[in-house]
């Protein structure tokens, strides 16, 4: 994976209805871990991580890096959006696009925060790289996910075998500078 080219990084912290994305901070490093460790998190993502070892090796500060925002809801982080480009892909129709990503707590689920932060992180990406395209990435069990590309605009590509479960790649068509507004 690599950055996102010209963009400038970190932006100003993007504000929605309900939320703010921004850049990590070390008091979400609780957080990271908990997201990487949460059984329910990782359900389709391969399973979680063992916490003893996330505790011992993640830094004090998580790691920052273009496209890589923080989900905030009143002070608390709740979730983190990825928006990384693929420069080698399993899947011949994802490489070099750049990758939709997102993990939210379980408390944060079914009340459209991801929805929300998707959305504002995709209007951040196409102001900064106007015309590219996104892809998406899910299993086809993650009945949650699956209705989420769906209301972001993405349209399966493919479906694929890996992991031992079929996999969905959903392409979000490049939106026209013009057609922002």
Known sequence: MEDL???AWPPEPI????????????????????????????????????????????????ERWPGSFVVELDGAMIGQILLRRATEHRRPAAAGKA???YLFLPGAWGFGYATEACAAALGW????????????????????????????GFAEVE???????????????????????
């Open 5 to 7: 080219g010209p963009a």
């Open 15 to 62: 504000r929605t209805e309900r939320l703010v994305l921004r850049e990590a901070e070390a008091r979400d490093r609780a957080v990271f871990i908990e997201l990487l460790a949460s059984p329910e998190v990782h359900t389709y993502l391969g399973g979680p991580r063992p916490r003893e070892e996330l505790e011992r090796e993640m830094p004090a500060a998580p």
């Open 99 to 101: 990758d939709l990503g």
């Open 125 to 152: 990406f196409d102001g900064v790289l106007p015309g590219e395209p996104v892809v998406l990435t899910t299993q086809t069990a993650n009945v949650g996910s699956m209705r989420l590309a769906a209301k972001l």
């Open 159 to 181: 479906r694929f075998e890996a992991w031992d479960a079929e996999q969905w790649l959903g392409l979000r068509p490049p939106v026209a500078p013009s057609a922002r507004a």
